[in-house]
């Protein structure tokens, strides 16, 4: 099983993704792994859609928005909210900052993924796996490692 080469979510939306596959995604920051994941959710049942799996989840985290995508979420507490200071504090109550803003703009500037696409949900399951407890890549996700 090979990853594709990296590509920044800075050049988001990729082309070459396919645009309904079920897939592994490794997300790094240079040579860190951030995070593990994968799309395969009933991708059978969703063949017919004209976009859906790995596609729609890369968006989902190129998009920042916490919202329903728990990698944002992770990427916002984490990494994001420890750099804000007490100025930045009078801009969120009055609107002109928002935190999805700033969670895009960190993955946007700091943040690159890779891929595998994949057959079947016990594939995906498994190499989520070993990515996620650090037998894959030679070391955990920082921010979704499996103990």
């Avoid at 995508?69 to 804000?84: K, S, W």
């Avoid at 009055?94 to 595998?116: A, F, M, P, S």
Wanted: proline letters at 4%; a neutral charge; charged letters at 25%.
């Amino acid at each position: 099983m090979k990853f594709s080469k990296h590509f920044k979510f800075s050049d988001w939306p990729n082309k070459d993704i396919p645009s309904v596959a079920a897939g592994i995604y490794a997300i790094w920051n240079d040579d860190k792994l951030f995070y593990c994941g994968m799309s395969d959710h009933e991708i059978d049942k969703n063949q017919d859609k004209k976009k859906y799996g790995l596609v729609t989840r890369l968006n989902s985290h190129a998009i920042g928005r916490l919202s329903g995508d728990q990698f944002c979420v992770y990427v916002a507490n984490r990494l994001v909210i420890p750099t804000l200071t007490q100025g930045d504090l009078p801009l969120f109550a009055n609107g002109q900052l928002k935190l999805d803003t700033l969670t895009k703009r960190y993955i946007h500037e700091h943040l690159e993924y890779q891929y595998v696409l994949v057959d079947s949900s016990t594939e995906a399951y498994s190499v989520e796996t070993e990515a996620r407890n650090g037998k894959l890549f030679g070391q955990k996700p920082m921010l979704n490692p499996i103990n």
